[in-house]
Every structure is written in C-alpha cells, then in structure tokens.
C-alpha cells in the first residue's frame, strides 16, 4: 500500500512494496560480504591518491621534455604556473583539469632552467634529481615510522618563513631581472662570513620543503581516515608536486652555488 504521508508520496523509495524478512540464510550472506571500499563509496584512498599523484608526475615529466628542447619558455612557464598554483589553492573545490595544467606547465619551467643550468654545468641536473629522490625518500620513511610529525606550533613557524621566502624570492627576481645585479643569483650572491647566502638560505629552504612535504602526507593520511571526498586526491596530489618541484629547484641552485657561478 502506498504510504499516504505527504512528504513521502512523490518519493519512489518510499512507495515500494514491504519486503519479507530476510532468511537467517541472507541475512549470513549480506553479513559475510566484503566491505566497501574507499573508491566504491566515492572517498579517498591511498591508491586512489598515488595513483593521481603519479599521473600528475607523469604529465610534468612530459612537460618538462618540453621545457628541456626549448628553454626560452621557463619564464612564462614560471609565470603561468605561479597565477595557476594560486588558482588552485583558493579554489573550493579541486579541479583535476587545472590541476594537470599547472603539472605541466610547471614541468616547461623545470625542463627549462634544467637545460639552461645543465649547459652552464654538466651533469648538475643529475644531481639534482638524485639529491630530490633521497631528500623525498627519507622524508617518507621518517614519516611512514613516526619519526616525523607536523605540530602546530612548527606548522605556524613554516608558514612564516615559507611566505617571508616567498617575498625575499619575488624581490630578489626583480632584482635580476631589472638588471639591478650582475649575478644571475641576485641577492644569493652576496656572502656572509664567507659563505655565499643562497648557500645558507639553501640550506633552510630544504629543511622548509621537508617538512611541507611532512605537511601534504598529514593532509592525505586526514583525508583518507576521515572519509574526505575522492576528488581531494587531486588536490593531495597539487601539493606533493608543488613542493617536491620546489625542493627540486632549491636543491639545483645549491649544487650551482657551490660549483661557482
């Protein structure tokens, strides 16, 4: 009989026959069923999020095949990929479309000053890439054994310093690019007791890229547990490639660094 409650009659799910009940027989069978899994239910999980953390990877690396044949395009990769990491940050919801974009137009930028420092100083980017997977490498171990873990109060001391770099980068590119100094480092140049301060700096910006990345495996081990939508893997996925491209980079400066401009 269809129920006469108003707010139930337009609804088919609410009009459906009674249904006996369940055999003791069924009743085993539904109990002994295998549970859901994240992807069945549309929530995230750690395959689902390395699987897109790969694809993202792999669409940079062809990017940056691009980049490496024609180096020219690494400052307006640069600039594009800047106006599109701040897209995707204060975007509500990620967009996986926007996310590819800003993979491979961040991998034009790496291919590119990857040739041009490689021309300059054969071998470094090999280096570099090395130098990146073992800084990576370790820091998930450290992770995965609980070694290392955010804190608030380190977390609000990084944010500080990542946006005080920030600054100190987008002064320091105008310098260069306005002709403002001679070195192609800028203001890195510049020694302190000896010590060239983009060594220095290096050094921090490491540490600063560590722990972000500290930062994005809190963010998907939350998600995951909590049941967060599948579509955030995308965005889990953003912030491994935006800090892996930016330890990446840091870590190629310091080898140019130390092998003397």
Do not use: H
């Not at 590119?112 to 021309?119: E, H, R, V, W």
Request: charged share 10%.
């Amino acid at each position: 009989m269809a129920n006469s409650n108003p707010a139930f009659s337009r609804s088919a799910v609410f009009n459906q026959p009674v249904r006996p009940t369940a055999s003791v027989a069924e009743l085993d069978e539904l109990y002994g069923r295998p549970s859901a899994t994240p992807s069945e239910t549309g929530r995230m999980s750690y395959n689902d999020t390395i699987m897109k953390t790969l694809i993202s990877f792999g669409v940079l690396v062809i990017g940056a095949l691009v980049g490496w044949v024609v180096p020219f395009l690494a400052i307006p990769a640069a600039i594009a990929g800047f106006v599109l990491a701040l897209v995707n940050i204060f975007k509500k919801v990620p967009s996986r479309g926007l996310i590819l974009t800003f993979a491979a137009v961040q991998g034009v930028f790496v291919g590119g000053i990857s040739a041009i420092f490689n021309t300059m100083w054969d071998g470094i980017v090999t280096q570099a890439v090395f130098g990146t997977l073992g800084v990576v490498g370790v820091t998930l171990f450290l992770f995965l054994s609980g070694k290392l873990r955010a804190t608030p109060r380190l977390t609000r001391i990084a944010i500080v310093g990542m946006f005080g770099y920030l600054a100190f980068s987008l002064v320091n590119f105008g310098l260069v690019m306005f002709g403002a100094t001679d070195s192609m480092f800028g203001l890195r140049s510049y020694e302190i007791f000896g010590i060239p301060l983009g060594l220095i700096l290096g050094v921090v910006i490491v540490l600063l890229a560590v722990y972000s990345l500290v930062l994005d495996f809190e963010s998907i081990k939350s998600g995951v547990e909590g049941g967060a939508p599948e579509i955030y893997g995308w965005q889990a996925a953003f912030g491994i490639v935006v800090t892996v491209v930016w330890l990446y980079v840091e870590i190629l400066r310091i080898l140019a660094i130390l092998r003397g401009e």
